[in-house]
């Protein structure tokens, strides 16, 4: 059965829910915590706002039954930075122009949107939990970055000459390691207060970077670029051989010769695959395998920075921070259910 809400269907729903003595939503300071009617469904969802014109929203909840949310989109509509973290969504939008009127957007996948005077449908499945972390940028905010057009992408050029943003909805495809780890950083902040929000959005500012990078490259590539489907094997059978060597990984020369690709083609391909360098993806995974090291092991610092090929603890603590935001001797005591000091 499939059930329609419209905006004002579902305020009243919300009212409802609160006269009857539901827990609906819980501000605090400039976070907002907005738990669903009981009757609709179940989760929570975080409103934060950053700064006046960023705001960030963590949806995760299901919907008893499959459950279509009808939204009026007004004028001058924020770009949204999206990723999806589970399940699929069908999103329609009848009657509009300058995108699909009938798209999907996937777990595993991210966008680029800012859609004005729209009316959207958006389908979600029943029992079927859904999870979204998204960015919402004021068209202010971002023209103060915009201060010229150079290899932005099309619609970012209108602000950059300080027009309108005009309405887009552009796919970037799979969400990319570095991404994700980004987003978990997001949904694991450890700081409360002002550090909470400069934290949050230095990490809004780290996904919107590399999606515009992404999305510039993208439109910058040339036919040179593909690769051919046993470079694409190759490609992943690099990605196996720096798997398999976490602690001494092989320089790019070495590793291109023993896939049988030129230097080019297998960065190439990390690019296009992967959405990082070489070395990216390898310090990414052996950062990832450190943190399982120090999350299921009683082990020195020194110790694990050396089973992941750090021959500088001090390097690999720089390198851990950076990648997840805390320490690994912090990582390691919150492990283990103490304070860091």
């Given at each position: 059965m499939l059930t329609t809400i419209r905006d004002i269907e579902l305020q009243t729903l919300f009212a409802e829910a609160q006269h009857n003595g539901e827990s609906i939503f819980e501000q605090t300071g400039s976070d907002l915590l907005i738990c669903p009617p009981s009757q609709v469904g179940s989760g929570r969802h975080q409103l934060i706002t950053l700064r006046d014109g960023v705001t960030l929203k963590i949806a995760d909840g299901r919907f008893h039954q499959t459950t279509t949310i009808e939204s009026h989109r007004g004028p001058d509509e924020p770009l949204v930075s999206k990723f999806c973290l589970s399940s699929r969504f069908r999103v329609q939008t009848p009657g509009a122009s300058d995108i699909p009127e009938d798209y999907t957007e996937s777990a595993g996948h991210h966008y680029l949107c800012s859609l004005s005077d729209v009316v959207e449908f958006e389908t979600f499945q029943g029992e079927e939990r859904f999870q979204v972390v998204a960015f919402e940028w004021s068209q202010d905010y971002v023209r103060s970055f915009a201060s010229t057009s150079d290899y932005l992408p099309q619609p970012f050029q209108m602000l950059a000459e300080q027009q309108t943003l005009h309405r887009f909805h552009q796919p970037l495809g799979k969400t990319t390691p570095a991404m994700a780890q980004i987003i978990q950083q997001v949904l694991s902040c450890p700081y409360q207060g002002m550090v909470k929000k400069m934290y949050l959005e230095s990490k809004a500012l780290e996904l919107l970077t590399l999606q515009l990078t992404m999305w510039s490259e993208n439109q910058h590539q040339t036919k040179i670029n593909h690769l051919l489907p046993d470079d694409l094997e190759r490609i992943q059978q690099a990605s196996h051989v720096l798997n398999q060597n976490l602690n001494a990984p092989p320089s790019l020369m070495a590793l291109a010769r023993q896939v049988g690709l030129n230097d080019y083609k297998l960065k190439l391909g990390f690019r296009q695959q992967?959405?990082?360098?070489?070395?990216?993806?390898?310090?990414?995974?052996?950062?990832?395998?450190?943190?399982?090291?120090?999350?299921?092991?009683?082990?020195?610092?020194?110790?694990?920075?050396?089973?992941?090929?750090?021959?500088?603890?001090?390097?690999?603590?720089?390198?851990?921070?950076?990648?997840?935001?805390?320490?690994?001797?912090?990582?390691?005591?919150?492990?283990?259910?103490?304070?860091p000091v």
């Amino acid at each position: 059965m499939l059930t329609t809400i419209r905006d004002i269907e579902l305020q009243t729903l919300f009212a409802e829910a609160q006269h009857n003595g539901e827990s609906i939503f819980e501000q605090t300071g400039s976070d907002l915590l907005i738990c669903p009617p009981s009757q609709v469904g179940s989760g929570r969802h975080q409103l934060i706002t950053l700064r006046d014109g960023v705001t960030l929203k963590i949806a995760d909840g299901r919907f008893h039954q499959t459950t279509t949310i009808e939204s009026h989109r007004g004028p001058d509509e924020p770009l949204v930075s999206k990723f999806c973290l589970s399940s699929r969504f069908r999103v329609q939008t009848p009657g509009a122009s300058d995108i699909p009127e009938d798209y999907t957007e996937s777990a595993g996948h991210h966008y680029l949107c800012s859609l004005s005077d729209v009316v959207e449908f958006e389908t979600f499945q029943g029992e079927e939990r859904f999870q979204v972390v998204a960015f919402e940028w004021s068209q202010d905010y971002v023209r103060s970055f915009a201060s010229t057009s150079d290899y932005l992408p099309q619609p970012f050029q209108m602000l950059a000459e300080q027009q309108t943003l005009h309405r887009f909805h552009q796919p970037l495809g799979k969400t990319t390691p570095a991404m994700a780890q980004i987003i978990q950083q997001v949904l694991s902040c450890p700081y409360q207060g002002m550090v909470k929000k400069m934290y949050l959005e230095s990490k809004a500012l780290e996904l919107l970077t590399l999606q515009l990078t992404m999305w510039s490259e993208n439109q910058h590539q040339t036919k040179i670029n593909h690769l051919l489907p046993d470079d694409l094997e190759r490609i992943q059978q690099a990605s196996h051989v720096l798997n398999q060597n976490l602690n001494a990984p092989p320089s790019l020369m070495a590793l291109a010769r023993q896939v049988g690709l030129n230097d080019y083609k297998l960065k190439l391909g990390f690019r296009q695959q992967f959405g990082t360098t070489v070395f990216g993806y390898s310090q990414a995974k052996r950062l990832q395998h450190a943190r399982q090291l120090l999350a299921a092991q009683d082990l020195s610092i020194p110790g694990v920075a050396q089973s992941v090929g750090y021959a500088s603890p001090t390097s690999f603590t720089a390198a851990f921070k950076r990648r997840f935001g805390l320490s690994p001797k912090a990582f390691q005591m919150a492990c283990r259910g103490k304070n860091p000091v």
